[in-house]
Nanobody, 123 residues
Framework: VQLVESGGGLVQAGGSLRLSCEFS????????IGWYRQAPGKEREGVGC????????WYSDAVKGRFTVSKDDAKNTVWLQMDNLQREDTATYYC?????????????????WGQGTQVTVDS
């Protein structure tokens, strides 16, 4: 499995960014895929993930209502639309995935990771 992120950058507080994750190489149809982030000095956290077996999407409380995860299988892409960005959203964002079904939240220890993309919110 390969995951390649793009779309990070510098944005003013209150602004928006959209991250993209192009995926390839899945041999099974059921997996959890989504977005994680890690800020300097903080633990990595799941932000929003999709369970392909049932289409359910989970968001962390920190981003619920501001971030949106979507997926297009025809384009082999998962997006993270980030609106009303705040300084505390500054982090390296990763796309990650793990095989399995009925993920009710982001997989705790995904097997597959992208290289990450930096998001910096300037207040």
């Amino acid at each position: 499995v390969q995951l390649v992120e793009s779309g990070g950058g510098l944005v003013q507080a209150g602004g928006s960014l959209r991250l993209s994750c192009e995926f390839s190489g899945f041999i099974y149809k059921e997996y959890g895929i989504g977005w994680y982030r890690q800020a300097p000095g903080k633990e990595r956290e799941g932000v929003g993930c999709i369970s392909t077996s049932d289409g359910k999407i989970w968001y962390s409380d920190a981003v619920k209502g501001r971030f949106t995860v979507s997926k297009d299988d025809a384009k082999n892409t998962v997006w993270l639309q980030m609106d009303n960005l705040q300084r505390e959203d500054t982090a390296t964002y990763y796309c990650a995935a793990e095989y399995g079904s009925r993920w009710w939240r982001c997989p705790v220890e995904p097997d597959f990771w992208g290289q990450g993309t930096q998001v910096t919110v300037d207040s």
